[in-house]
């Protein structure tokens, strides 16, 4: 009985079939990575946006009671912030708001066999100052 021209197609089928998993398992494995810093970026934005907004202008706030930040000075103290923490991003004053963007490169543990070595997630944090709680004079 002779085998013919069917002779190596289960080896094709196999390293398709090989090569879909692998690619499914880093979808998995790098995207679930992924998001791990993700999230991780915007706890850290959300930190540095809360340490800018508490850089309030205190003489604006005793003469009139508004509060206001100082928008050099809460960007320069976002900034220290990702600076302790190691991250890399930005800060912006707008509008009485902190808004900071951190970036982070995750480095792909699967998906680098095809060619996608690392994935570049951010995440996003803004902060603006409250006004004083009841009972605390200007």
Not at 96 to 108: A, E, G, K, L
Not at 126 to 133: D, I, T
Request: overall charge negative; hydrophobic content about 50%; charged content about 10%.
């Amino acid at each position: 009985m002779s085998r013919g021209r069917d002779d190596g197609t289960v080896t094709a089928f196999v390293v398709v079939v090989a090569a879909a998993f692998v690619m499914f398992g880093g979808l998995i494995l790098d995207a679930g990575g992924a998001l791990a810093d993700k999230t991780s970026a915007m706890g850290v934005a959300q930190e540095a946006a809360r340490a800018g907004a508490q850089q309030l202008d205190l003489t604006a706030f005793r003469s009139t009671g508004a509060v206001r930040l100082l928008p050099d000075q809460a960007v320069t103290a976002a900034r220290a912030y990702l600076t302790q923490a190691g991250a890399n991003g930005t800060a912006t004053v707008v509008d009485n708001t902190v808004t900071v963007t951190v970036t982070v490169t995750h480095h792909n543990q699967l998906l680098g066999i095809v060619g996608l070595d690392t994935l570049i997630v951010t995440g996003t944090g803004s902060a603006h100052p409250a006004p004083p709680a009841a009972g605390v004079a200007p």
